[in-house]
């Protein structure tokens, strides 16, 4: 089984350590920032089998050399940023899949936040690495796609289970809930929920990984009926 466990870096970055609990396989993805990946890897045993990496922002990436260097893991990445990404040992594209010990993720292309973003799905342990696509209660701004892409990308992961844990890769949850309630005053779940994320922040705690339930029920771009309301919420969101 996967389990994940979140990295702060940066300002407010998260790179994700992922454990196979059966081999002990361990995975570090998007590790932008050397000093605290090389401190989680080295305190969880010093083995890193394998880096993957979402989509080719210097927030995500910048790191992967020293790692690759320091623990000679090979580096996964979408075929089509191939050209943009540090050199990668395996190229995915959607319906690929990557091993980790003994779990097996899915790829999923999903464009919107940039043209070649890939996030990965680890049904056994339900953890989806969705980098800049899916953030809790918002989605990433469409700086290179478009929102017909992006509502095509939600959708693949609205579809995954209840219990998926969301891992992000930024802390921006209490200021979407924000616009979020701005958006959808009437949600009651949506209010609950700000007030318990709101109250994690304020004990220092972090607010992910979230589980797709709760997005589901409070996340507006996640729940958007169709492109127009979606690229409208983004627009109003851009503005906020």
Known sequence: MITAHLVPILSDNYAWLLRCSETGATAIVDPAEVAPVAAAIDAAGGRLDMILLTHHHGDHIAGTDDIRARYGARVVGARAD???????????SEGDTVTLGNATAQVFETPGHTR?????????????????????????????????????????????????????????????????????????????????????????????????????????????????????????????
């Open 82 to 92: 191939a050209h943009r990404l540090p050199k990668l040992d395996q190229q995915v």
């Open 116 to 240: 070649g973003h890939i996030s990965f799905y680890f049904p056994d342990g339900q953890v989806l690495l969705c980098g800049d696509t899916l953030f809790s209660l918002g989605c990433g701004r469409l700086l290179e796609g478009n929102a017909a892409e992006m509502f095509e990308s939600l959708k693949k992961f609205a579809a995954l289970g209840p219990d998926t844990l969301v891992c992000c890769g930024h802390e921006y949850t209490e200021s979407n809930a924000r616009f979020a309630l701005h958006a959808d005053p009437a949600n009651a779940a949506l209010a609950a929920y700000a007030e318990q994320v709101k109250a994690w922040r304020a004990a220092g705690k972090p607010s992910l990984p979230s589980r797709m339930a709760d997005e589901l029920a409070a996340n507006p771009f996640l729940r958007a009926p169709d492109v127009a309301t979606l690229a409208d919420l983004r627009s109003r969101k851009d503005k906020f």
